[in-house]
């Protein structure tokens, strides 16, 4: 190949890793990176995305304060997402699916005939062992700030309501005693489980032991 081909090989080459795009509302080029093999999975990306705001204390969300907080470029943001609203509404699906649908999956495997003692048991061990917890004031603080996230909050807080007071129903309870239940297992799962007590594993064990007798205490 001659000196001069090689060049035109090198920078079609060149062209053919990134492309230009035009964003008519915004009425701003941007470039953005075609994805290369190393390039970060979508769930990934919001996985350490939403372990970088966490850990950074990034409740105010700008795209430049992700940036500065995790080993991304701007491009391989838009790579993924359009705009914000796209970003935080992927965001908020991601939690919700990995903090409710997915317990709530594993639990409708469990044998039907099952008492609901047991699936209240299982309840609580799948949500310590998923450890999401961490991540629920960070996505209720961006709630306060975005509808797009306030809408998917509202609907898993609805879906986790009707799980719980399922297995209290089914336990026995009713009327304002089986509210009441319900209301205090969430405050507990959804709150309590953001609270780093610096417990051992034995001790963790003993206070969710307690917690559950507590629960179905008549």
Same mark, same amino acid.
């Given at each position: 190949m001659t000196p001069g081909r090689s060049r035109v090989a090198?920078?079609?080459?060149?062209?053919?890793?990134?492309?230009?795009?035009?964003? @008519?509302?915004?009425?701003?080029?941007?470039?953005?990176?075609?994805?290369?093999?190393?390039?970060?999975?979508?769930?990934?990306?919001?996985?350490?995305?939403?372990?970088?705001?966490?850990?950074?204390?990034?409740?105010?969300?700008?795209?430049?304060?992700?940036?500065?907080?995790?080993?991304?470029?701007?491009?391989?943001?838009?790579?993924?997402?359009?705009?914000?609203?796209?970003?935080?509404?992927?965001?908020?699906?991601?939690?919700?699916?990995n903090s409710t649908k997915t317990v709530i999956d594993e639990?409708?495997?469990?044998?039907?005939?099952?008492?609901?003692?047991?699936?209240?048991?299982?309840?609580?061990?799948?949500?310590?062992?998923?450890?999401?917890?961490?991540?629920?004031?960070?996505?209720?603080?961006?709630?306060?700030?975005?509808?797009?996230?306030?809408?998917?909050?509202?609907?898993?807080?609805?879906?986790?309501?009707?799980?719980?007071?399922?297995?209290?129903?089914?336990?026995?309870?009713?009327?304002?005693?089986?509210?009441?239940?319900?209301? @205090?297992?969430?405050?507990?799962?959804?709150?309590?489980?953001?609270?780093?007590?610096?417990?051992?594993?034995?001790?963790?064990?003993?206070?969710?032991?307690?917690?559950?007798?507590?629960?179905?205490?008549?």
């Open positions: 090198h920078c079609a080459a060149i062209f053919r890793t990134a492309f230009t795009w035009y964003d @008519s509302a915004a009425g701003v080029h941007r470039m953005k990176a075609i994805k290369p093999k190393t390039t970060l999975s979508r769930e990934r990306w919001l996985e350490m995305a939403l372990t970088a705001m966490e850990t950074h204390c990034v409740s105010k969300f700008t795209l430049d304060s992700l940036l500065q907080v995790m080993p991304v470029s701007k491009g391989s943001f838009y790579f993924h997402f359009k705009d914000r609203a796209d970003f935080l509404t992927a965001i908020a699906k991601f939690w919700f699916r639990l409708s495997e469990l044998p039907a005939d099952v008492p609901p003692q047991r699936k209240l048991w299982e309840l609580m061990c799948r949500i310590k062992d998923l450890n999401t917890g961490r991540w629920e004031l960070l996505i209720r603080a961006l709630a306060l700030e975005f509808p797009e996230v306030n809408e998917i909050v509202a609907r898993c807080d609805q879906v986790r309501n009707q799980q719980v007071m399922a297995i209290f129903a089914e336990i026995g309870f009713e009327g304002k005693e089986l509210e009441m239940r319900t209301f @205090s297992f969430q405050t507990t799962y959804s709150l309590g489980t953001l609270l780093d007590l610096g417990m051992n594993q034995d001790d963790y064990d003993a206070l969710l032991e307690r917690q559950f007798d507590f629960f179905i205490r008549e």
